[in-house]
């Protein structure tokens, strides 16, 4: 089993900056495991839940467009942490980001944290 724990999400002006973190534990990493795939993943109110940034442990970034050169999504392996640096937010950056890992083909996800971008 994994456990997902983000922090970091508030209330920013736009053009402001946050950062998020998110925690990985569980049993798996005592026997040297690592999740493959760690990512950001948002959902605004009335919309779907769609992907920010992913990165795989071996460094493979992948953005949703409309986040490209605004955010970056960052891992510390040895700590099995992902963090995503959003900077020049916009309103409708406003959303629960959730935090995902995938091992093995196995999703699982954090309870997400609040972003909230003010005009």
């Known amino acids: 089993q994994v456990q997902l724990v983000e922090s970091g999400g508030g209330l920013v002006q736009a053009g402001g900056s946050l950062r998020l973190s998110c925690a990985a534990s569980?049993?798996?990493?005592?026997?040297?495991?690592?999740?493959?795939?760690m990512g950001w993943y948002r959902q605004a109110p009335g919309k779907q839940r769609e992907l920010v940034a992913t990165k795989t442990s071996g460094g493979r970034e992948n953005y949703a467009d409309s986040v490209k050169g605004r955010f970056t999504i960052s891992r510390d392996n040895a700590k099995n942490t992902v963090y995503l640096q959003m900077n020049s937010l916009k309103p409708e950056d406003t959303a629960v980001y959730y935090c995902?890992?995938?091992?093995?083909?196995?999703?699982?996800w954090g309870k997400g944290t609040l972003v909230t971008v003010s005009s």
């Open positions: 995902n890992g995938n091992r093995l083909g196995i999703d699982y």
């Open positions: 569980g049993s798996i990493f005592s026997i040297g495991a690592s999740i493959g795939i």
